[in-house]
């Protein structure tokens, strides 16, 4: 059974490796709808936490939204890249968070979750939940697909291959109802043919 621990370092070495050629990137047009959607139901100036957050291209556009931002990453060559736009940035991976509880308002995580096995994502879905205010909200999108997997893709073009986990619908939002309420889920099918799970959360009151 796959656990997070021994997942974290080969993706930690597969981003490092990438950073570069990430940043250099165009964001996809349904990605951008999507999170304008989710800009749309945030409040002025809220505190704003990225996980996940690469080389910083979503957290410098909530920044420039007006929206507070702090950014997290598992890659020190991400975290770099994020600070080279400044960004405040760190070294963090989602089992060990770090920041003091109830500190943001708001919780972005883009296709990051789709990288912890199932036996740490109620542990992962935990740690964003912890660091965001009561009623605040958090954003979860990832890949997935009625029927679910865990492990590497095949031809993936990360050195190591990364490791996936691909949830059903049902599956992904049974993970999240113990801890959050469901304020929309909806999925998107990409140009590329993926199913995109796109979940916006809260935390309860």
Known sequence: MPRYEDVLEPLRTAYD??????????????KVA????????LEPGSRLLEVGAGPGQ??????????????????????????????????????????PAESFDVVFAMNCL????????????????DV?????????????????F??????DQHDPPRFFSWRS??????????????ADFHPVITDKGFRFQSLTLRRPR
């Not at 304008?36 to 139901?41: V, Y």
């Not at 965001?132 to 679910?148: A, M, Q």
């Open 17 to 30: 490796g990438h950073a570069a050629w990430r940043d250099g990137l165009s964001k996809e047009p349904w």
């Open 150 to 155: 865990e492990g590497p893709l095949d031809g």
């Open 34 to 41: 999507e999170r304008q959607a989710f800009r749309d139901r």
């Open 132 to 148: 965001v205010r009561p009623g605040g909200l958090v954003f979860v999108g990832v890949y997935g697909n009625e029927t679910p």
């Open 169 to 182: 619908d049902e599956q992904l939002c049974a993970f999240a109802r113990p801890l959050f309420e469901i």
């Open 58 to 99: 979503d957290s410098a556009w909530f920044r420039a939204e007006g929206m507070s931002v702090v950014a997290a990453d598992l890659s020190p060559a991400m975290v770099e890249l994020c600070r080279a736009k400044g960004i405040d940035a760190y070294v963090k991976d989602l089992l060990h968070l770090d920041f």
């Open 114 to 129: 789709l990288h912890v096995p199932n036996e740490d994502l109620p542990a992962a879905l935990a740690a964003i939940r």
